[in-house]
């Protein structure tokens, strides 16, 4: 069934939530494990990045090596990887190479159509892992359309995307917390929608 399991994790007591799950996973499984943290620096223009880089580089790989050391003395198989980029490509990248299994909790993605002025003329929101198959937020698209991305427009939407959701609970999360994360990924992707603006 699943042979690799890859655990992202930024560096939050949030996302290491995540690590008994998927040592349970890999105990029962015999699976091994790949813990990634994404790495990016920013520094100021003109100055040279590669001193930034390298540093974020190792404190990732020390974070990850802490992590990794304490799931070896349960007799797990652990590599690390500390890939340099847009933590989501570099995540997607690693599980190509790796011939990973990809478990979703929760998966989304949004297409937004503004004019010249701002205003949102079609929405489309699509959420995944939430109900029995794949489903789009239509009163989150509603909600949007006509409007100028806003906060509060943009919390809206993200709480109708919520609203939409049929989760159930699994061993991958709770219904409670696909619902919840739902509305959040829904809401940091039109607030990226709103930033190229």
Not at 18 to 47: C, D, E, M, T, Y
Not at 63 to 86: M, Q, R
Not at 115 to 128: F, K, N, S, Y
Not at 132 to 144: K, S
Request: glycine share 8%; proline share 5%.
């Amino acid at each position: 069934m699943y042979r690799t399991i890859l655990v992202p994790l930024d560096g939050s007591p949030f996302s290491e939530r995540a690590l008994p799950v998927a040592a349970s996973l890999a105990h029962a499984l015999k699976a091994q494990l790949i813990l990634v943290r994404a790495v990016s620096a920013s520094v100021f223009p003109g100055l040279d990045a590669t001193d930034a880089q390298v540093q974020a580089v190792d404190e990732a790989h020390h974070y990850l090596s802490s992590l990794a050391a304490g799931l070896s003395e349960e007799d797990l198989k652990v590599e690390i990887a500390t890939p340099y980029g847009d933590a989501a490509e570099m995540i997607a990248l690693e599980i190509g190479l790796r011939n990973a299994d990809a478990i979703a909790v929760v998966n989304g993605a949004v297409r937004v159509d503004l004019d010249e002025g701002g205003v949102c003329r079609t929405a489309r929101i699509a959420l995944g892992a939430v109900a029995p198959t794949p489903i789009r937020a239509y009163e989150a698209e509603r909600a949007l359309e006509g409007q100028v991305l806003t906060p509060e427009g943009i919390a809206e939407a993200a709480r109708r995307a919520a609203e939409a959701t049929r989760p159930i609970d699994d061993i991958r999360g709770a219904a409670a917390y696909r619902r919840y994360v739902a509305g959040v990924i829904v809401r940091r992707m039109l607030e990226g929608v709103g930033s190229k603006e």
